[in-house]
């Protein structure tokens, strides 16, 4: 758990209980007919951008908490980028909003700075009222990997860090220990994975009566792994009456579908391309036949400085992959959901702080991996959806900072890899360089 009261930050009091919400909880509400949402020709439901202000400003410009703005200051945030403008006066005001933009945009800051003002200026503020017990919790936070949770919550955690508000992310691979203390003393905002939350909720370690302010971040990932029943028996838990952001840099049909479910007349907010990677990444392939990929990649990680994030299709290639570069000399990790939790946080910290060159990884890192500096993203093989493609080469590109996304490819997956261009929107040069 990371909270306002870990040992990264000076000790501070619990703030006093909020105000307790007088909603019971009940199941989600379904959109109203003015949500901006559309049948195409095939009866399908689309949603319709709304027209907003995506010029960067200055935070100062939104009138925030003064302990807030002093919090962006210390992260060095300046100007909003365009999805933060976009997004954080319509969730100042209370909408229920669906989101959509390029990852590496800043989505987090994004949803984080409107929350943390919510809770220092709304009814209920945190740090008022006289504290009689353990309050309710008011906002959660849903993200399908331990690693987007961790990232969330460690974004809120700085930039509270001048208040009494308190968070902590709950996700599997950990004791439940710790988790199940701060839930029960009731932390603010709940950074959770669906599936620990579900564990800690069988065990009535979570009472989420009181939650008014309802973030599902990547929700389409949530959805491919198969946590989208999980959601909608947490949302059964939670009062109806609350505001819902959801976000995700892509939006294809199903999610929206699914989004609609849960929303009450949403806002559709979509910046850059939906579906699409950054412009700001270079996209080229290196046709080579499976039995000459590892040479290949080898001298290309000996000529080219790092970091560099190799992605494979499956776990057990990851591991293979990893240990075969480093028998060759290249500083390299692997990371992959069969990886113990310790494991996981070593590779990420390791390859982050430099002492790995290479993370050889599955499509786990393609969600919440945000590490500055990542050039180059190697598409080991071929992703499997354009989703996914997307999200690998969105660890690059970041912030507008030019990005590399190379794949190896086959011979005999040219067809495939055509038809994942046409999918994703964009053409792949060949290069045939090391």
Request: charged share 25%; proline share 5%; glycine share 10%.
């Amino acid at each position: 758990m990371n909270s306002n009261t870990s040992d990264r930050r000076p000790s501070r009091r619990r703030s006093s209980q909020p105000r307790r919400s007088s909603h019971r909880p009940g199941k989600s509400h379904r959109p109203h007919e003015s949500s901006g949402r559309s049948a195409d020709g095939r009866g399908q439901l689309s949603l319709e951008p709304t027209a907003c202000e995506t010029t960067p400003v200055p935070f100062s410009s939104f009138d925030l908490d003064p302990r807030l703005l002093e919090g962006i200051r210390d992260l060095g945030f300046v100007e909003t980028r365009p999805i933060q403008s976009a997004v954080i006066r319509l969730a100042l005001g209370g909408a229920d909003l669906i989101a959509c933009a390029e990852t590496g945009t800043g989505k987090t800051a994004a949803f984080v700075v409107p929350t943390l003002q919510r809770l220092l200026t709304g009814a209920g503020a945190a740090g008022m009222g006289e504290s009689t017990g353990p309050r309710l919790s008011r906002v959660l936070v849903l993200a399908p990997t331990r690693e987007l949770a961790v990232q969330i919550e460690d974004e809120i955690h700085g930039l509270s860090y001048h208040t009494s508000i308190t968070s902590a992310a709950v996700y599997g691979g950990v004791e439940m220990g710790g988790q199940e203390r701060a839930l029960r003393a009731g932390v603010d905002i709940i950074v959770a994975t669906p599936g620990r939350l579900m564990d800690h909720m069988r065990q009535q370690n979570a009472d989420l009566s009181g939650i008014d302010l309802l973030i599902l971040d990547e929700a389409d990932r949530m959805m491919d792994m198969g946590f989208w029943p999980d959601v909608r028996r947490i949302i059964t838990a939670i009062p109806g009456k609350r505001q819902t952001l959801l976000f995700s840099a892509t939006m294809p049909d199903e999610v929206v579908r699914l989004a609609l479910e849960i929303v009450q007349a949403p806002t559709y907010v979509q910046v850059g391309q939906r579906s699409m990677p950054a412009r700001s990444i270079t996209h080229r392939k290196h046709v080579v036949t499976a039995h000459d990929k590892l040479g290949w990649l080898t001298e290309h990680l000996r000529k080219h400085a790092g970091p560099v994030l190799v992605f494979t299709r499956t776990k057990i290639g990851a591991e293979r992959l990893a240990q075969k570069l480093s028998s060759h000399g290249i500083r390299c990790a692997a990371l992959h959901a069969d990886r113990t939790q310790e494991q996981r946080r070593a590779a990420v910290e390791g390859f982050r702080g430099g002492k790995y060159k290479v993370l050889v990884a599955t499509d786990i890192a393609a969600r919440g991996l945000d590490i500055d500096g990542i050039h180059t993203v190697i598409n080991y093989d071929l992703p499997d959806s354009p989703d996914a493609y997307v999200h690998r080469v969105g660890r690059t590109g970041r912030a507008n900072e030019e990005g590399l996304a190379l794949t190896l490819v086959a011979p005999d997956e040219l067809d495939e890899l055509g038809q994942l261009e046409n999918a994703v929107g964009v053409r792949l040069e060949s290069t045939e360089h090391v």
